[in-house]
């Protein structure tokens, strides 16, 4: 029997919207759902070949216990119940700190993954959370919160109004325009407005597929972007060139930041960065005089040690020159569910973590604490650990460390669709539910939608009968654990008593679950023309549903800073940046002359759907790309191996020489050479290309974000003999 479901793609935030057709449940195409009338434009082949994924050969149907070196297939009450006795176990030696969780990347696609676990973490009482977030967007989320109020504060892109698109380290011809935003066919936007006059500035020390259609290009030196962006605010402070009104009405910090620049040398930041002054200052000057214009911030800015500074002074490009809530600006979008107004209800006490007494960022601690965290004894050590949804060991910084510190747990949980490598140690692999087999409502990312858009994205097949959504995994440890969910008292029993009534009553919905926490997000969500939403209209639109049109003019109340303005200049951050002014120019360390940048590729999505049959169909793996200069200099040609060597690491990969890089910078691109194993047939483990991050010291992070060098670590480069 063969049918058609409506559904989106939960692969990036793009959220393209799909037509899936599903033959005996088995789904047999994917295309994009042309109806949708939001989120389609960005479809790609990850979204097509999304099915590959469910069908993977070595896929994880049963929950897995290691015996030796193995793995036996075990029902679920016996691994709930070994998993729940042994992280209790850990709890009395230890404390509730002793259960630690590791929750990446695909985890924030369902947001009953993210309230349940939350709930069982509650239940549990420990601080040990490691996220993503802090190899990725802690530095939007600590500036949102100083200059906004709100970690979740993101305001989104006004793109057909936008006359100057200043991009900066984003490349998104390939990642789509999302990050923390969701804002479909973006790019194609982007040159439409480009095609009507509009002028795009990408700034990126690779020549990438964005900036070959850019008007200028800005190839900066890695990591140096505050220096830039300084300088741009600098111009346009000095020559007067700001919103006079958002700087005394809408902002408050704006004589800090003149302070600041007052004590900056524009030759000085243009000799950090390494772009000439007179183009920053016509840059800065063009931008200022744009009707409509925005800076958008992205991994490339956020990835380095001056990530937060830089990420700082986009905003404030925006803040000053009137670009806040302002047609082809940043809006702020209210969307149909308040989660910024959400987030604040909830009260999280301040944890500093135990070994480094950092504080936590986005209620989590940073991944580059977690190995000594896990190796180094005392009170709070974490002895039992669960990774949801991520590869920690092949995303994060120095993963041979981290691989090193999760082979010595007493206890290792995965879930996930496939064995890879933050997985090899794991004494329990628990099969999780892919999201063609799971429904899931757009809520959460309400905000973050450039229109006011709701979807409801309906499962497309049943999963294989012993695979579970994480949802269910968390509340049956909860349960087994005798620890209350949500640390509300008398909640796992009533949560038992609705599923014996649903048994009884064979009435499945009866028992609580996320649909009941969906239909009350929609019961009190926002009013659109004049009334709330019913779940049948959420039903009744399997394309999605446009609320309404854009509205500018809801900044100002949505911020939650205590006096509702922006602060433009929170003290830390000017004090960093004061300390990177006094510093010296960045010079590479003796012995480690070239900069290590990064890529993504269209057909890849971190370090997971690389392995799959239909996506880089013209050879797997990744290379390392060098300047023709550099190249002539060590002696390299195309094809050639190499090897690039750090303080922490080395790996071994082909030479493809191009200009495509700033010379002095070489590229590899990011989650390849994770190994994926087949705990059920016991074959050998198949990998493509090498882990690019085993080169990157965890050591060493913004103080402000506690994010790594992702993308400017400092290596060494040679021929390789064979
Ligand atoms: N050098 C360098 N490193 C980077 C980056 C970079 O630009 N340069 N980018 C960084 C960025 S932006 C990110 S977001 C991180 C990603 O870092 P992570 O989130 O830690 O890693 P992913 O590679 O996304 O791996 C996700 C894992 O989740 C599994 N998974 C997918 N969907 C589900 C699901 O629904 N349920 C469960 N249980 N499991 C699921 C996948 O099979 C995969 O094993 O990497 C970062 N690392
Ligand atoms: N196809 C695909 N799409 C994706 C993803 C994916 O893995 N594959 N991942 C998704 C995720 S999790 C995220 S977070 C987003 C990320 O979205 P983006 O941040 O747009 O990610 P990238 O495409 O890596 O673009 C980052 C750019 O920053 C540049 N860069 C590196 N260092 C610097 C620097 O110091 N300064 C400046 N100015 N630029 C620098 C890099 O060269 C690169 O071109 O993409 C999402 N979309
Ligand atoms: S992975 Fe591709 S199809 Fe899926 S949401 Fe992102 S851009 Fe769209
Ligand atoms: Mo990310």
């Known amino acids: 029997m063969s049918k058609t479901v409506y559904t989106f793609c939960r692969y990036c935030l793009a959220s393209c919207g799909l037509e899936v057709t599903v033959n005996d449940n088995r789904v047999t195409k994917i295309a994009p759902d042309k109806q949708n009338p939001h989120s389609w434009q960005d479809f790609c082949a990850k979204g097509r070949t999304a099915h590959e994924l469910v069908e993977h050969p070595r896929r994880?149907?049963?929950?897995?216990?290691?015996?030796?070196?193995?793995?036996v297939e075990a029902t679920w009450d016996e691994a709930i119940s070994d998993i729940a006795a042994r992280m209790n176990a850990a709890i009395q030696a230890g404390g509730p700190d002793a259960v630690g969780v590791y929750y990446g990347n695909p985890s924030g696609f369902s947001s009953s993954n993210i309230i349940f676990m939350n709930g069982w973490l509650d239940a549990i009482g420990t601080h040990s959370r490691y996220f993503v977030g802090s190899v990725d967007q802690n530095a939007m989320h600590v500036v949102a919160a100083a200059m906004y109020g709100s970690i979740l504060m993101a305001p989104v892109?006004?793109?057909?109004?936008?006359?100057?698109?200043?991009?900066?380290?984003?490349?998104?011809?390939?990642?789509?325009?999302?990050?923390?935003?969701?804002?479909p066919g973006g790019w194609r936007r982007a040159l439409a407005r480009q095609q009507q006059g509009a002028t795009i500035v990408v700034v990126d020390p690779l020549r990438t597929e964005s900036a070959e259609k850019a008007d200028v290009h800005l190839a900066v030196r890695p990591g140096l972007d505050w220096a830039l962006l300084l300088a741009m605010v600098k111009v346009i402070l000095d020559e007067g060139l700001e919103h006079r009104g958002d700087c005394t009405e809408l902002a408050t910090g704006v004589d800090d930041l003149r302070a600041l620049v007052a004590d900056a040398d524009l030759d000085d930041l243009a000799a950090r960065c390494d772009i000439a002054r007179d183009r920053i200052e016509r840059v800065a000057r063009d931008f200022a005089a744009a009707r409509?214009?925005?800076?958008?911030?992205?991994?490339?800015?956020?990835?380095?040690?001056?990530?937060?500074?830089?990420?700082?002074?986009?905003?404030?490009?925006?803040?000053?020159?009137?670009?806040?809530?302002?047609?082809?600006?940043?809006?702020?979008?209210?969307?149909?569910?308040?989660?910024?107004?959400?987030?604040?209800?909830?009260?999280?006490?301040?944890?500093?973590?135990?070994?480094?007494?950092?504080?936590?960022?986005?209620?989590?601690?940073?991944?580059?604490?977690?190995?000594?965290?896990?190796?180094?004894?005392g009170r709070g050590q974490i002895r039992a650990m669960l990774i949801n949804c991520g590869n920690p060991v092949v995303s994060g910084p120095d993963g041979a460390k981290l691989d090193r510190a999760l082979a010595d747990l007493d206890l290792l949980v995965a879930i996930d669709f496939v064995q890879r490598e933050s997985h090899r140690h794991a004494h329990w692999l628990l099969p999780a539910a892919h999201w063609l087999e799971r429904s899931d409502l757009l809520a959460f990312t309400s905000n973050m939608h450039d229109e006011p858009y709701l979807h409801y994205g309906a499962k497309a097949v049943e999963p294989p009968p012993d695979v579970r959504q994480e949802w269910r995994i968390f509340t049956d440890l909860a349960i087994a654990m005798r620890r209350p969910l949500f640390r509300a008292r008398g909640l796992n029993g009533f949560i038992t008593a609705t599923r014996a009534l649903a048994r009884l009553t064979r009435k499945p919905e009866l028992e609580f679950g996320p649909h009941w926490i969906d239909r009350l997000v929609v019961a009190t969500g926002r009013k659109f023309n004049g009334r709330r939403i019913k779940w049948r209209d959420v039903i009744s639109h399997p394309h999605g549903w446009v609320l309404g049109p854009r509205e500018f003019g809801h900044f100002r109340e949505a911020l939650r800073t205590d006096d509702k303005k922006v602060h433009a200049a929170p003290p830390e951050f000017v004090a960093r940046a004061r300390e990177l002014l006094a510093g010296p120019h960045p010079e590479p360390p003796v012995g480690y002359p070239f900069q290590l940048a990064n890529r993504r590729h269209r057909h890849s999505m971190n370090s997971w759907l690389n392995d799959l049959p239909g996506l880089h169909p013209a050879g797997k793996g990744n290379d390392v790309v060098i300047h023709p200069k550099d190249a002539a200099?060590?002696?390299?040609?195309?094809?050639?191996?190499?090897?690039?060597?750090?303080?922490?690491?080395?790996?071994?990969?082909?030479?493809?020489?191009?200009?495509?890089?700033?010379?002095?910078?070489?590229?590899?691109?990011?989650?390849?050479?994770?190994?994926?194993?087949?705990?059920?047939?016991?074959?050998?483990?198949?990998?493509?290309?090498?882990?690019r991050n085993l080169l990157i010291d965890g050591g060493p992070v913004d103080p402000l974000s506690q994010t790594s060098a992702l993308s400017s670590a400092f290596v060494a480069v040679e021929r390789a003999t064979s």
Not at 60 to 70: A, E, F, K, T, Y
Not at 157 to 183: M, R
Not at 295 to 305: A, D, E, M, N, P
């Open 292 to 377: 409509g214009a925005m800076v958008v911030t992205r991994t490339g800015v956020s990835l380095h040690l001056t990530g937060t500074v830089a990420e700082w002074l986009g905003h404030v490009l925006n803040v000053i020159t009137g670009r806040m809530d302002r047609p082809g600006g940043r809006r702020y979008e209210p969307g149909y569910v308040d989660a910024i107004r959400m987030s604040a209800m909830v009260k999280t006490k301040p944890h500093h973590s135990r070994l480094l007494g950092r504080e936590m960022v986005a209620g989590a601690h940073a991944l580059s604490e977690l190995p000594d965290e896990i190796t180094t004894p």
């Open 157 to 183: 892109s006004d793109i057909d109004n936008c006359d100057y698109f200043l991009l900066v380290g984003t490349n998104p011809a390939v990642s789509a325009w999302n990050w923390l935003e969701t804002v």
């Open 60 to 71: 994880i149907l049963h929950p897995m216990r290691r015996v030796g070196d193995s793995y």
């Open 633 to 691: 200099d060590l002696g390299v040609t195309d094809g050639d191996l190499v090897r690039i060597i750090s303080p922490v690491g080395a790996i071994e990969l082909r030479a493809v020489v191009n200009d495509r890089p700033r010379q002095g910078v070489i590229i590899v691109d990011h989650g390849w050479g994770s190994r994926v194993f087949d705990p059920r047939g016991r074959a050998e483990p198949i990998v493509y290309g090498a882990n």
